[in-house]
Every structure is written in C-alpha cells, then in structure tokens.
C-alpha cells in the first residue's frame, strides 16, 4: 500500500511540530517522522531537564542564603537528588506528551514512528508498505548532518506502522 503525502517533516524537535502542524491546518497531506523521543533534543535531555536542574540548584542556593536577604531558616538544608531528577522527569514526560499529544490530534496530520534511512538515495526504512512524497519534505533532526544526503529527493519512502 502506498500513501501519498504533500509534505514531511523528519523530526519532533524545535522547528518540527510547528511546521507540521501549520502545513496540515493549511490543507496539506502532511506525515511528520519520529525515531525516539517527541520534542526532539531539547525538551528530552538538553534545554527542559537542564533548567529543571538548574532551578532546583538555584532553589537550594537562595534557602541556603536566606538569612542574606533577612530569612532565618532553622535546620541544615539539603538536596534530596531523588526528588530533584523525579521532578525533572516529571516536567520532561509534561512536555514530551504535549507534543505527543498535539501531533496526535492534528486532523490531516499523520505521525510515523520509525527511523528513517537518510543514507539512501531515497528515504527508507523497509521495502514493504511504503509511503510517497510528491512535493515537500523538511528536517528538524537535530545536530546530526547526512553528508550524503541528497539535497532535494525527488520521492521518499518509508513504512506505514501497523
């Protein structure tokens, strides 16, 4: 079975969702492809857990200045580091499930968990049922380049999920 599309979008991660969903609301046929983690790099193990970190230290510093600003605080203070990477966890799972979420509930939007083969001279992750672009595709995969990737594809292909 193939399915066509008028846009992709590879990857969940800044700039993905929001161009996915903008070319879905516009009328387009639009697949969106995520091999991992919704929200890409940024909301899973960069930008979100790193502030959440970093607001926990912070909470833990003005506590443990308190009597700098006229606070008098009884006792020793300490860090509980299970509950501060609970937390983090916690706001990560948040956001990774809003996007999730969002994406999900798209109308004409359509989300391809699979890893897409961008060494191929067309993109690929199996010979069976594919999918087909006729028009657009864009990347939001991160960091990672694909030296030998072709610049513009004429056609993409990649397994529709069971």
């Not at 501060?84 to 799972?93: E, Y």
């Amino acid at each position: 079975m193939t399915e066509k599309y008028d846009a992709i979008v590879i990857g969940t991660g800044q700039s993905g969702p929001a161009l996915a969903v903008r070319l879905a609301n516009a009328g387009r046929k639009t697949a969106i492809i995520e091999r991992k983690l919704f929200g890409g790099t940024c909301v899973n193990v960069g930008c979100i857990p790193t502030k959440t970190l970093i607001a926990s230290a912070r909470a833990a510093h003005v506590a443990r200045h308190g009597a700098d600003f006229g606070v008098a605080i009884d006792g020793k203070i300490t860090v509980d580091m299970m509950r501060v990477k609970a937390r983090k966890d916690s706001v990560v799972r948040q956001s990774n499930e809003g996007v999730t979420k969002w994406l999900g509930k798209t109308p004409n939007l359509t989300v391809l968990e699979v890893t897409p083969d961008l060494k191929a001279p067309v993109l690929s992750a199996s010979t069976r049922d594919c999918w087909r672009r006729e028009r657009s595709s864009s990347t939001s995969a991160g960091g990672r380049p694909c030296p030998t990737c072709p610049a513009s594809p004429k056609t993409a292909t990649s397994p529709i999920p069971a």
